[in-house]
């Protein structure tokens, strides 16, 4: 058997078994501005309300692969809510809560897509180890510090002013020491600090005509065994004629060719005289990057104080939440990671900070969110982000004026239920069209009904599609499809007429011909019966995949840790301020 290095937990063997639920867009909550603000404007992003594990899966077939950052605040696993239960259950839940959604985020990922979880220490390095196990120890990138307050807390003799935020990619080319979302990563804006750097010095000939340029050393340390002998060579100093070796200790950083190229072109900084000992290589501000990379500690992008008081501002009350994320950190991030048009995720919206700034800066976006604070916080003041009220943040940086929209929707119920016998059926709350919706994501097929044929209801390629009906059909029925298949145009010029095409036909029931004859006698067509072709493929009528701790067994005397089966589901936020103790029921943004 082959072994590997990974991190292990009670249940981790335990996989949740999701059904890939559609999305019912509800009109009268989707918002989109009066009038066109810029032709930039976007309007098609998503807002969606429910279970957020549920969301990812439902998002997994439309947006695999395509989105090019998916930023999380998910909650910070906090001893008090596991009172009752050893500290290994404890870290196990909230690890199995997290890897079924870190599965399916890097599936939605683009190529050069990254993903970004801030984090504080009480599971950073757990949640280090798992998002390597994920998606490769390779394609992790960095663990930024990010200074949430301006003071440490009295209560503690260390106290954190800090969050992690760890930076994952989707992938990394085994040939590269970057991976492919560095390689796109957009630099900062230079600073005046860094520009200072480069200034103009004299030298006996003068002022360099190409302006500023900073002095960069020309030799390397050549101690601990670094020192290179092809390196240690002489050169001569064009204004003395003295021959000029690398000090003791050290040798050049460049080949004795390109040190005569750099001479040969006035590269070398020889001193307001021209005697120094040894000279300094050139770099022209013209030459310099246009931009800065980030450090890894930003103490730059706003605090939590600095957040609650934007809520404060936008909705006249006190905070609902104790620590949303002020919007110059979610800005910083979307920078880096993202162009204009790009798609960011927040399957944790919180406060809805992440849409909020991605919309300010011209980016689509797709937020979740499960708590009732989607309808009475993240609505309202993305309604005012789109009418260009929301002037507090980052809306003066990037002169917000308003514009734009987004689409409100909400999980639909689940597919299968039981009758009032116990008996599997068709959810009665299904229309025509959500069923064929549904049937077509269940069987990997894109819903796209046909305005010519009635009996598409769905297509996999250009000559596959897929039928859906609750009538029980008969033998001279399937024979009008079969016929009516083979006759239609196809649109693929090269397949000429249409008996290579298929279709799958989802009905209730058919009679007058056995399965194994239908077959045979129609070969362009494939017969399953609803539910149940589906019945053993989800979990069906599980709405909610969050953990509420206080519906968590207690623990006995004799039995301190009892094994509650969690259900693997992450929410945004410890508690909210109402002091809700649903850890993972995306009722609030962290505490501190």
Not at 260 to 281: F, I
Not at 502 to 527: I, Q, Y
Not at 554 to 581: E, H, I, L, N
Request: charged share 25%.
């Amino acid at each position: 058997m082959k072994k590997k290095l990974e991190l292990t937990w009670i249940g981790k063997e335990k996989r949740p078994r999701l059904e890939p639920r559609i999305l019912l867009e509800d009109p009268g909550k989707s918002y989109h501005a009066r009038h066109r603000v810029s032709d930039s404007d976007l309007f098609d992003n998503r807002l969606i309300f429910g279970d957020n594990l549920l969301a990812l899966k439902a998002l997994e077939q439309e947006f695999s692969g395509k989105v090019k950052c998916v930023f999380i605040d998910p909650p910070y696993n906090t001893g008090s809510a596991f009172t009752h239960y050893d500290d290994g259950l404890e870290h196990s839940i909230w690890l199995g809560l997290m890897r079924d959604r870190l599965e399916i985020i890097r599936r939605l990922l683009a190529e050069d897509g990254s993903l970004w979880i801030t984090i504080d220490d009480n599971e950073a390095h757990y949640l280090k180890v798992l998002g390597d196990e994920v998606f490769g120890r390779a394609c992790f990138i960095a663990d930024v510090s990010w200074q949430k307050r301006d003071g440490p807390p009295n209560d503690r003799k260390i106290g954190s002013i800090h969050d992690h935020v760890l930076v994952w990619a989707k992938t990394r080319p085994s040939s590269s020491k970057k991976t492919v979302a560095e390689e796109a990563f957009n630099l900062m804006p230079r600073t005046e600090k860094a520009d200072a750097q480069y200034q103009t010095f004299n030298e006996p000939g003068g002022l360099d005509p190409r302006g500023p340029y900073r002095k960069i050393d020309t030799t390397a340390n050549g101690k601990g065994g670094r020192f290179v002998e092809s390196l240690h060579y002489g050169i001569r100093n064009p204004y003395t004629g003295e021959e000029v070796w690398p000090r003791a200790g050290t040798c050049w950083r460049h080949s004795k060719d390109e040190m005569e190229r750099l001479q040969a072109d006035n590269r070398l900084y020889w001193g307001v005289k021209g005697t120094v000992t040894t000279p300094m290589r050139k770099l022209f501000k013209y030459e310099a990057k246009q931009g800065m990379s980030a450090p890894s500690m930003w103490a730059d992008c706003g605090l939590n104080q600095h957040a609650s008081s934007h809520m404060e501002s936008l909705f006249g009350e006190k905070a609902f939440f104790e620590t949303p994320k002020p919007e110059e950190l979610l800005h910083r991030i979307i920078h880096i990671a993202t162009n204009p048009n790009d798609l960011v995720l927040d399957s944790f919206a919180g406060s809805g900070t992440t849409g909020a700034v991605a919309h300010k800066m011209g980016r689509r976006w797709i937020m979740v969110e499960l708590g009732e604070h989607c309808h009475t916080h993240i609505i309202p003041r993305l309604q005012k982000v789109i009418d260009g009220e929301d002037q507090g943040g980052i809306s003066k940086a990037v002169n917000w004026r308003g514009g734009g929209g987004f689409r409100y929707y909400k999980l639909a119920p689940s597919l299968i239920v039981d009758d009032r016998w116990g008996n599997p059926v068709i959810n009665p709350d299904y229309n025509a069209a959500h069923l064929a919706e549904a049937l077509c994501k269940l069987e990997g097929f894109s819903y796209a009904p046909s305005e010519v044929h009635w009996w598409q209801h769905g297509h996999s390629s250009e000559r596959d599609f897929i039928y859906v009906t609750t009538q029980n059909l008969s033998a001279e029925q399937l024979q009008a499809l079969s016929d009516e298949l083979a006759l239609s145009p196809d649109p693929s010029p090269a397949s000429g007429r249409g008996e290579s095409r298929s279709l799958l036909v989802c009905c209730a029931a058919f009679h007058g011909v056995t399965a194994a004859k239908a077959c045979e006698r129609w070969p362009n067509l494939t017969l399953k019966k609803i539910p149940r072709m589906v019945l053993a493929r989800c979990e069906w009528g599980h709405d909610d995949y969050s953990l509420n701790v206080a519906n968590l067994p207690m623990a006995t005397p004799d039995d301190k840790a009892p094994s509650p089966q969690p259900s693997p589901a992450v929410g945004r936020g410890r508690k909210a301020a109402s002091g809700t103790a649903d850890l993972f029921g995306d009722t609030a943004e962290d505490a501190p």
